[in-house]
């Protein structure tokens, strides 16, 4: 990967500014290093993985379909990962109402089991993420494979016996590629502690300070009607 340009580099550190101002909490990765090896995605997942060993019940809130590889297959109460509405087709926006995916509503919609998603997607692909697949093995010809065979490894030793695992044979080295741009790894190093995860309350004086700063003048007289929450108990913070 290309270094970002420096321009980059110095709106990053304003816009975390803003972020950290809000009380938003910030993965960042625990080895600095390794910081160019793992993408964003990999952090939250990672945290998810974290979170769960603690015991916590771990709801996400995305639209890639990427996601549906955390979904819990081993708690039953589980939260379900949830595809918020604004990221949804004009028709769910009209519902008014988030999608929630657990392990059967993956299955329904997929016929794969949510631990199956990166092999699904590798093969099937992904227009959303420039994920191109093997030609000519859409949803049902992915879903069968990994019935058949259980994981994407196992269909790739096993000699094929159809045309569509001829074809996936055919684009080994693909479809590999295409699997490790889908998974999300969640050994990513991250800087991991509950307390600090905790969403909600803000700092008023310096938002409205960056607000004034930034040219923000709309955002900052709104300031007052933000909801106001308690995690952080001070004069200056609602």
């Not at 980059?8 to 950290?20: C, H, M, N, P, Q």
């Not at 290093?33 to 809130?61: F, K």
């Not at 604004?86 to 109402?97: H, V």
Request: hydrophobic share 40%.
């Amino acid at each position: 990967r290309p270094p970002e340009p420096a321009e980059f580099a110095a709106i990053s550190k304003r816009l975390l500014d803003v972020v950290r101002a809000h009380r938003i909490p910030i993965l960042e990765p625990a080895n600095a290093a390794m910081d160019q090896d793992y993408e964003a995605d990999d952090a939250a997942a990672a945290s998810v993985r974290l979170a769960r060993n603690e015991g916590r019940a771990v709801a996400l809130v995305a639209r890639d379909k990427d996601w549906l590889q955390c979904v819990d297959t081993e708690c039953v109460d589980a939260p379900p990962v949830i595809r918020w509405w604004p990221f949804l087709s004009n028709a769910a926006r009209e519902r008014g109402e988030p999608e929630e995916w657990g392990s059967a509503e993956v299955r329904n919609r997929f016929d794969v089991d949510p631990s199956q998603m990166c092999d699904y997607l590798a093969i099937r692909g992904d227009k959303a993420d420039n994920i191109h697949g093997v030609p000519s093995l859409g949803h049902t010809r992915a879903a069968k494979i990994l019935f058949d065979h259980g994981t994407l490894d196992a269909a790739l030793k096993a000699a094929p016996l159809t045309k569509h695992e001829e074809k996936l044979h055919e684009y080994r080295e693909q479809v590999i590629a295409a699997r490790s741009l889908v998974k999300l790894w969640d050994m990513a190093p991250v800087q991991w502690d509950a307390d600090e995860q905790m969403v909600g309350g803000f700092d008023a004086r310096r938002i409205s300070h960056l607000y004034r700063e930034f040219g923000f003048t709309r955002l900052e007289r709104e300031i007052p009607t933000f909801h106001k929450q308690s995690f952080y108990r001070d004069a200056t913070t609602y």
